[in-house]
């Protein structure tokens, strides 16, 4: 019964991983390009991220939930505008999509991977051109030795681009081939585990040293194959 107990949560927690790795994908949890995102460690639930963009402008920003401090309670966003000479505020990101994210080459981190954020805006319209939205693009540049934070923003007419360094914009895992093998081919995995178990029901007991090297050597190179 032991091994048995074992081989049904080997079997729960690996399925129970695909699931949540592959249905993740918008939040503070994201699966692309082979690679896995947790951005959570990079929410801010006290305070919003500010970038001074020049000309009085400030930036205010969070990353996976939405600001602490809007512009006012009926407009809430992920990122505002707002000029301290006129008290000017917008809001510059209601939102963003699956499509929202891209995984780029770092051009200046020796070509690492990057991630991108492209933030929608439905809820007002530029200072400078009232016929056009703002455009707000959060590049999520890894450093793992880095400390602290590190954010420098730009602004150019409509279009607002951020740089944002720490080491918590680093990929957590990177699966490759064989996390899409499992990914493409969870019916025959299950199968496949679905018969071990069954084997392991009955034979377990009286084969307890085998079961359990074969179900440590799944469980181990499972490890292998996620880290």
């Given at each position: 019964?032991?091994?048995?107990?074992?081989?049904?949560?080997?079997?729960?927690?690996?399925?129970?991983?695909?699931?949540?790795?592959?249905?993740?994908?918008?939040?503070?949890?994201?699966?692309?390009?082979?690679?896995?995102?947790?951005l959570?460690?990079?929410?801010?639930?006290?305070?919003?991220y500010?970038?001074?963009?020049?000309?009085?402008?400030?930036?205010?920003?969070?990353?996976?939930?939405?600001?602490?401090?809007?512009?006012?309670?009926?407009?809430?966003?992920?990122?505002?505008?707002?000029?301290?000479?006129?008290?000017?505020?917008?809001?510059?990101?209601?939102?963003?999509?699956?499509?929202?994210?891209?995984?780029?080459?770092?051009?200046?981190?020796?070509?690492?991977?990057?991630?991108?954020?492209?933030?929608?805006?439905?809820?007002?319209?530029?200072?400078?051109?009232?016929?056009?939205?703002?455009?707000?693009?959060?590049?999520?540049?890894?450093?793992?030795?880095?400390?602290?934070?590190?954010?420098?923003?730009?602004?150019?007419?409509?279009?607002?681009?951020?740089?944002?360094?720490?080491?918590?914009?680093?990929?957590?895992?990177?699966?490759?081939?064989?996390?899409?093998?499992?990914?493409?081919?969870?019916?025959?995995?299950?199968?496949?585990?679905?018969?071990?178990?069954?084997?392991?029901?009955f034979?377990?007991?009286?084969?307890?040293?085998?079961t359990?090297?074969?179900?440590?050597?799944?469980?181990?190179?499972f490890?292998?194959?996620?880290?």
């Open positions: 019964m032991k091994a048995l107990s074992l081989s049904q949560l080997i079997f729960i927690l690996l399925f129970t991983y695909i699931h949540t790795f592959s249905d993740q994908l918008i939040g503070c949890a994201l699966y692309i390009n082979n690679s896995f995102y947790d959570k460690n990079l929410s801010n639930f006290d305070s919003d500010e970038a001074d963009l020049g000309n009085y402008n400030k930036l205010k920003f969070n990353l996976c939930y939405q600001l602490n401090q809007p512009c006012s309670k009926n407009s809430p966003g992920y990122a505002l505008i707002n000029n301290t000479n006129t008290s000017n505020c917008r809001i510059v990101a209601s939102g963003y999509e699956k499509n929202s994210f891209l995984l780029v080459n770092d051009t200046y981190n020796n070509s690492q991977p990057m991630l991108q954020i492209h933030y929608q805006n439905y809820s007002s319209t530029c200072a400078d051109n009232p016929l056009l939205n703002y455009s707000l693009l959060i590049n999520l540049h890894c450093n793992s030795s880095l400390f602290q934070n590190k954010i420098t923003g730009l602004k150019s007419g409509c279009n607002i681009n951020i740089d944002f360094t720490s080491s918590n914009a680093c990929s957590k895992l990177s699966i490759g081939i064989l996390w899409e093998i499992l990914e493409k081919d969870k019916i025959a995995l299950s199968i496949i585990m679905i018969i071990i178990c069954t084997g392991v029901a034979f377990g007991q009286r084969l307890f040293k085998p359990i090297f074969l179900l440590t050597t799944i469980g181990v190179a490890l292998i194959i996620v880290y």
